[in-house]
């Protein structure tokens, strides 16, 4: 079955989650027998680490990188032939030029060509708030054609939304599978993580209020270590962060190590006592994922989908306000060593068990082959 996955950054680009996410998505799918096809552009990729301006085989399938961050002229022509030759269209997000081209260029050419559509967290009210007037004319005309797409959600969140938005649609509601990393046999240190973008709807002004509140933090050896950087728009809340750590004496607390990847990625999960995710809103959050592989709890905040981390007992599914962020950082700077050892083996058990791409490919094959969007 032969599958097209335009997406406007792929593997090895590390802009956002969905680069790793369909990659691991598209290699277990071609393991099984599938044919998946993605044109991507070089967002996020230095020009060493692919080849650009054809199609290539790889694990992951066939794959065209542009050699522009930008759609391209070649990108537009690989688009037209792969939506021409697929069995099915996988959209992975709303706004994407790509998304949107393949959208409405394989429903005025193609119109009974099956479409699923993950959306990405892209329907949320504050995400819909960046350059809304765009997005509503948008999301105008989705409506007007998008009645056969099945739309795919990773939450029960983000199933609403879509509902509001497509009430006519169909959903189908899976959670993002990983790849598991081999787990690194390191020691945990004193580190509280954050993994993710610098952007202010990760809340990230929140955390630092909560660490300065916490009697706790500042008179431990733990420290909050900041890894991720942000995009050239959202230099402004970089500066308000650093600000801010000045202004709450928390110079020699907080550590920004930029923007990691790979080993190093995988390091930092592993040797790290918690991760923390307290942002507005996600739609999933991958970062979540790839540290409880290695072993790590997470504290979540209640606008992101982790409740199944206290489920699991591997972390807490909290409000993202200042004063309940320093209670769970003074409880787990406290916690009985027993317990947390506990939470280190629940949160393998529970990517094994829920988030394993390669016990849970089947899942997707069984929409892919059975889905009937006509």
């Given at each position: 079955m032969?599958?097209?996955?335009?997406?406007?950054?792929?593997?090895?680009?590390?802009?956002?989650?969905?680069?790793?996410?369909?990659?691991?998505?598209?290699?277990?799918?071609?393991?099984?027998?599938?044919?998946?096809?993605?044109?991507?552009?070089?967002?996020?990729?230095?020009?060493?680490?692919?080849?650009?301006?054809?199609?290539?085989?790889?694990?992951?399938?066939?794959?065209f990188y542009g050699k522009s961050p930008a759609i391209s002229a070649a990108v537009i022509k690989r688009m037209?032939?792969?939506?021409?030759?697929?069995?099915?269209?996988?959209?992975?997000s709303l706004f994407n030029t790509l998304s949107i081209f393949s959208f409405f260029y394989s429903k005025i050419l193609y119109p009974k060509k099956k479409v699923i559509w993950s959306v990405r967290g892209e329907l949320n009210g504050t995400a819909l708030g960046f350059s809304?007037?765009?997005?509503?004319?948008?999301?105008?005309?989705?409506?007007?054609?998008?009645?056969?797409?099945?739309?795919?959600?990773?939450?029960?969140?983000?199933?609403?939304?879509?509902?509001?938005?497509?009430?006519?649609?169909?959903?189908?509601?899976l959670p993002n599978f990983i790849q598991p990393h081999e787990k690194l046999e390191v020691d945990h240190e004193k580190i509280f993580l954050y993994v993710g973008r610098i952007h202010p709807i990760k809340a990230?002004?929140?955390?630092?209020?909560?660490?300065?509140?916490?009697?706790?933090?500042?008179?431990?050896?733990?420290?909050?270590?900041?890894?991720?950087?942000?995009?050239?728009?959202h230099?402004?809340?970089?500066?308000?962060?650093?600000?801010?750590?000045?202004?709450?004496?928390?110079?020699?607390?907080?550590?920004?190590?930029?923007?990691?990847?790979?080993?190093?990625?995988?390091?930092?999960?592993?040797?790290?006592?918690?991760?923390?995710?307290?942002?507005?809103?996600?739609?999933?959050?991958?970062?979540?994922?790839?540290?409880?592989?290695?072993?790590?709890?997470?504290?979540?905040?209640?606008?992101?989908p982790w409740s199944v981390l206290e489920d699991y007992q591997c972390g807490w599914h909290i409000d993202n306000d200042p004063k309940t962020i320093a209670e769970y950082v003074d409880l787990m700077i406290n916690i009985d060593k027993n317990k947390y050892a506990a939470m280190r083996t629940n949160a393998q058990k529970l990517v094994k068990e829920e988030f394993d791409v390669n016990h849970h490919i089947d899942q997707w094959i069984k929409i892919y082959k059975n889905e009937n969007t006509e």
């Open positions: 032969n599958i097209f996955f335009p997406i406007g950054a792929f593997y090895p680009s590390q802009i956002g989650g969905p680069c790793n996410t369909v990659y691991w998505h598209t290699s277990a799918l071609k393991l099984k027998g599938m044919t998946p096809q993605v044109v991507t552009t070089s967002l996020g990729i230095h020009s060493n680490h692919v080849s650009f301006e054809k199609m290539q085989e790889l694990e992951c399938g066939n794959v037209r032939e792969g939506i021409q030759s697929a069995d099915l269209i996988h959209l992975n809304s007037w765009k997005k509503k004319i948008l999301l105008f005309f989705y409506r007007k054609l998008s009645h056969q797409v099945l739309f795919h959600s990773t939450s029960d969140k983000e199933t609403r939304e879509i509902i509001t938005h497509f009430p006519a649609s169909k959903v189908v509601q990230l002004d929140k955390l630092i209020e909560g660490f300065a509140a916490s009697a706790e933090f500042k008179l431990s050896d733990f420290k909050l270590v900041l890894v991720g950087k942000h995009e050239e728009r230099q402004y809340y970089d500066a308000e962060l650093k600000k801010k750590i000045k202004e709450l004496n928390l110079v020699d607390k907080v550590e920004w190590r930029g923007h990691l990847k790979g080993l190093d990625k995988e390091r930092a999960y592993a040797s790290a006592y918690a991760l923390w995710l307290v942002s507005e809103t996600e739609n999933f959050g991958n970062v979540v994922v790839e540290s409880l592989n290695q072993g790590t709890p997470v504290i979540a905040a209640k606008g992101t």
